[in-house]
């Protein structure tokens, strides 16, 4: 009997342990991501690179406002406070004060775990992937959100995310590989005014500039 407790009580802590945890994405990787928000009027499709360590971004997105076509090319450097609008068609550029904080992709610590489903098959070896979904929200910003990693590497796979000022946004992740294939996405063009005195430049945020908030 006293076998029977111990045997129990080892595959009870064993499946305690496997319940997924929060965890945070690699420093360094590329991928894609799709965008849609307000019932449908926008709509966008996007690559960009994404580095941790340094806490920069680039976005190279095209996006449909209300049925206009916009392309966007957007390099966000977080550490120094800025951010340049990038169009290489007309070799301008456009220096703006970055009032976001970087925010690392990851699954936030108190987030509630929802649950576990597999992509694809697990019929077949290699045709099913591994994911954990999350739900939570930040009071003090009034946010809330639905994410989807991968089990393995915790790479972002969905997410659904609301605020008042934007309603409903969703985003799908794909085409990720780890490491970041040119190092020259975190450095502004020749043709950005990176010298322009702070004092006298716009600012914005992300949200702004993907055009989603005012």
């Not at 496997?18 to 926008?42: F, H, K, N, W």
């Not at 190279?60 to 406070?81: A, H, K, P, W």
């Not at 970041?180 to 600012?203: G, I, S």
């Amino acid at each position: 009997m006293r076998s029977f407790i111990l045997i129990f009580i080892s595959g009870l802590s064993c499946c305690i342990s496997a319940q997924p945890r929060p965890c945070e994405s690699p420093t360094l990787y590329v991928g894609s991501v799709s965008m849609t928000a307000a019932d449908g009027i926008i709509t966008s499709a996007a690559s960009y690179s994404y580095d941790a360590h340094a806490q920069q971004i680039r976005f190279r997105n095209y996006m449909n406002v209300f049925n206009e076509s916009i392309t966007m090319d957007l390099l966000l450097l977080f550490q120094q406070g800025v951010m340049y609008e990038i169009d290489y068609s007309r070799l301008s550029c456009q220096k703006k004060v970055l009032e976001s904080s970087f925010h690392p992709t990851r699954v936030p610590a108190d987030a509630v775990f929802m649950g576990q489903v597999i992509l694809g098959t697990m019929s077949v070896p290699g045709l099913g992937l591994l994911t954990n979904s999350w739900v939570g929200e930040i009071p003090e910003i009034q946010t809330q959100y639905m994410l989807t990693f991968t089990e393995f590497t915790c790479l972002p796979v969905s997410a659904m995310v609301f605020t008042p000022q934007t309603g409903w946004i969703t985003f799908s992740f794909y085409n990720h590989l780890l490491g970041v294939q040119n190092p020259q996405d975190f450095v502004p063009p020749f043709f950005c005014p990176t010298a322009a005195p702070e004092e006298h430049l716009p600012k914005t945020n992300f949200l702004k500039a993907m055009r989603l908030s005012r």
